[in-house]
């Protein structure tokens, strides 16, 4: 689709925001759809300015990543309760200047484990206790699931366990868990952490399920392992598809082409030829 005087635009703020997959993933999609629309990368320092910004430009949607997620509250006209209570927002959605705040993360991870599992009774054990963290946790009790919180650090972990109103363990003896799902939502696994696992490979088999969100790699060794443990997997790009598949719903109001999007992804992520 040409841009010309009708074309409408969307983007992402975020501090870095140049490793974004995201703008080759909504295009993808616009294009897909043949939707006038077009999706950038604005790298913000200044969260008010760029919320007067989009307001005075006629943006008509942005992601919000890192360091903006919480940051960009204050601005917003409305909030998505689930977003309110999660306390981060990735999503803005602009009418006119009215903008309205909303979290696909929890919506994201929430599909992307439904696709194996129901999650109304399900237990579901999470490691770590950050930011995504808190969004699946609140997400997973949304839908209905039991959750234990597994990480590192004491005070973050029974901090996000107290707001969640479930139980904490340290990370080390997450194995002593069993449970119908295993989230990894720390960053063990990813980058210069690929070869650490955040819980011990033998414990494995006490999970039906298992679901890690990082996708750097795609294959992590959690993954791995859990496979050779007769687990089924669902790797990092579900969660980051998913919650994609949602901002594009909520700024059109059409169903999102997810194949395209995933296409998008893993051509960016380096996995198509
Ligand atoms: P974050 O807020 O920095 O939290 C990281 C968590 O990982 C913390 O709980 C931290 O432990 C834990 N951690 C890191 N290294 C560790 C280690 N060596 N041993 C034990 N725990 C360790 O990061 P985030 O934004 O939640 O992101 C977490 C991961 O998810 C990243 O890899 C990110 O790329 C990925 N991610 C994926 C998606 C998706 O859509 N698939 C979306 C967002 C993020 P402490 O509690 O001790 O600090």
Known sequence: MAINGATELYGIM?????????PAMHNG?????GLNKVYLP????????????????????????????????????TIDPVAEKIGAVNTLVINNTAIHGENTDWLGANRALSEKISLKGASVLLLGAGGSARAIGFGLL?????????????EKGQGLA????????????????TADALVNATSMGMGSQQDLLPIARETLANFGVVMDIVYAPLATRLLQEAEKAGCQTIDGLAMLLYQGAAQFELWTGQQAPVEVMRQSLLTSLGYNP
């Open 14 to 22: 975020g501090n870095p925001v140049a490793h974004s997959l995201s």
């Open 29 to 33: 999609a616009f294009g897909a759809l």
């Open 42 to 77: 604005f790298a913000v320092q200044d969260v008010a300015q760029a919320m007067t910004g989009f307001r005075a430009l006629g943006i008509k949607g942005v992601s919000v990543t890192i360091p903006h997620k919480q940051a960009v509250i204050p601005y917003l006209d």
């Open 142 to 154: 949304e839908a209905g699931a039991s959750l234990t919180i597994a990480s590192r650090t004491p």
């Open 162 to 177: 107290r707001l969640l109103d479930c139980p904490w363990l340290p990370l080390a003896e997450a194995g002593t868990v």
